[in-house]
């Protein structure tokens, strides 16, 4: 039995935006103007009012997904006066460098002109390198914006929980997290809703499909290969397929999905949307439209004409026992190459990314500042390339001139602070793996579990060895204080 519905119901995403819980993502709209073509912006603006009537009034886009941000804006351009317009959603995605206050202005009053705006409904905030603590500084200016008026919520794409448990403690006011989360791919189900429901963040799902691959199209059919895909957004989501067990996996899965969609008379793109609609954390769920060409308004409705009950979900977690979780957390593709996003391979627009510390030449050894007020005072490196040996001096987390990041939060200090220890041990030609102990100074040893796990995260593979203690200080507000050594030889 399934029930008619004949608009996407509301969800308030956060105070004074309601939006439907199924959103209209238009991140193919690079993909169709890929190889110079472009799409003409009102005749995409009458494909998005075609969305928008029918309750699909909540547009995602991107400051790199093509026009997106220019056929929005002409949709919005139309909306009566004193009338509800359609949503728009962006996302500013800057390459790594200084994060000015001018900076961000330029950044989101470019959306601004694109959309033609005032004040944009929900900006996201997308970093592709946390070595590099810019995004602090962005955020910080973003949450100065929305105070002036300009952003009416802010939110964060890709953001792994370390790091968006970070900003909140920071002091960032975080609406919602952009996240990957599907049948296939689960992480957002741990860690990340965890923190989301006790800090009020809202998901919003996307890869909810898997690029198309969670649909009647692939089930039982044989692995196409890399030659059979033909599409960013089914290349960028194969990876997430071979992540998670390969296509046999993926078939199993389909097999599962397709077996409650008969059932219940529905697809199995309903029975992949309606699971991620029911994880506590989701605000909404995010659907790409190819505009201009095949939409699939009346079946995406359908997910909300049935419910999924206990024998369904045991039928999907035994698929779920023959998969693989996808290892990480969420975002992590995009923090290392191939940078392949549903816009294609973005190496290039990251090739001249700025590194946070340069290596300068001191008595024939290489050495790292990283600008702090105490280094020259003190006559100490941040760290030292001696031979094959990378040591790093005692790091606290102290952001710019001299603030200390995450007053009061421990697990947050020590993020910050292992993401400048990885960002010394790169410009000496380090990394993570090459690490082979640290040594964790705690002003309270009670805190040593969300530090621990910190440290954990960040040194899965290496297993250095380590010492953590507790002593009677540390100076100022620190509450953690780590050091560590690395070896570039290996066995």
Known sequence: MTRASAAPPRIELAPGLEIPRLVTGLWQVADLERDGRTIDPERGADALAAYAAAGFDAFDMADHYGSA?????????????????????????????????????????????????????????????????????????LARLREEGVIAQLGTTNFDTDHLHLLARDGVPIATNQACFSLLDRRAADEMTAFCLANGVRLLAYGTLAGGFLSERWLGKPDPGADGIADWSKMKYRRFVDAAGGWDALQAILEAAGAIAERHGVSIANVATRWVLDQPAVGAVILGARIGEREHRADNLRCFAFDLDAADHARLDAAFARSRRIPGDCGDEYRKPPFLTASGDLSHHLSGQVQPYAATRSGGRLRVDTGSVWEPICGYSRAVKAGTRILVSGTTATHGAGRVVCPGDPGGQAVYILDKILASLAALGGSADDVVRTRIYLRDAEDWEPVGRAHGRYFASARPANTLIEVSRLVGDYLVEIEAEADLTRD
């Open 69 to 141: 941000e220019i056929i929005a804006g002409r949709l919005l351009a139309r909306a009566p006066a004193g009338g509800r317009r359609p949503l728009a959603f962006t996302k500013w995605c800057p390459e790594p460098g200084p994060m000015t206050r001018e900076t961000v202005r330029a950044g989101v009053d470019l959306a601004r002109r694109r959309l033609g705006v005032e004040r944009i409904d929900l900006m996201q905030f997308h970093w592709w390198n946390y070595a590099h603590p810019g995004y602090v500084d962005a955020m910080h200016e």
